[in-house]
């Protein structure tokens, strides 16, 4: 399980995990993590581990900027660089890494979801 790469990240493991699954608090939610075995396991699935399955987690920040210092970030921490970030055709800028159980996560600056004082995404109406 990637435990020690989300605390290199700085995210605080609650007391409410155990050897099985950890839970991070975030901002307005729970990361639950599991390793991709016990993942598999409690879904009923096989594990395949054939690369890309579909969904990715995402992490939005001010800038463009912001984009690379925390691709740099993770990469310093653990994680895999999938795709450099870059201009994105939609008008924003990312990238891609994976965390070291192979969960996407893409960093993005998306100019038209400008973020709260919290750093919460704010969706238009």
Same mark, same amino acid.
């Given at each position: 399980? +990637?435990?020690?790469?989300?605390? *290199?990240?700085? @995210?605080? /493991? #609650?007391?409410?995990?155990? &050897?099985?699954?950890?839970?991070?608090?975030?901002?307005?939610? $729970?990361?639950?993590?599991?390793? /991709? $075995?016990?993942?598999?396991? &409690?879904?009923?699935?096989? =594990?395949? !581990?054939?690369?890309?399955?579909?969904?990715?987690?995402?992490? !939005? $920040?001010? #800038? =463009? *900027?912001?984009? =690379?210092?925390?691709? /740099?970030? %993770?990469? +310093?921490?653990?994680? *895999?660089?999938? /795709?450099?970030?870059?201009?994105?055709? @939609?008008?924003?800028?990312s990238g891609y890494v994976? &965390?070291? =159980?192979?969960?996407?996560?893409?960093? +993005?600056? !998306?100019?038209?979801?400008?973020? &709260?004082?919290?750093?919460?995404?704010?969706?238009? %109406?």
């Amino acid at each position: 399980m +990637s435990i020690a790469y989300h605390e *290199r990240l700085g @995210w605080k /493991r #609650s007391s409410a995990s155990n &050897d099985q699954i950890t839970f991070i608090q975030m901002k307005g939610l $729970v990361l639950a993590l599991f390793s /991709r $075995v016990a993942l598999a396991t &409690d879904a009923g699935v096989e =594990d395949g !581990n054939c690369g890309f399955a579909g969904v990715t987690l995402a992490h !939005n $920040v001010p #800038s =463009d *900027r912001g984009v =690379d210092a925390v691709v /740099r970030f %993770a990469l +310093s921490c653990g994680a *895999r660089l999938v /795709r450099k970030p870059e201009k994105a055709s @939609w008008g924003g800028y990312s990238g891609y890494v994976a &965390d070291p =159980d192979g969960h996407l996560w893409e960093i +993005s600056h !998306n100019p038209y979801f400008p973020l &709260d004082h919290h750093g919460h995404i704010v969706l238009p %109406a």
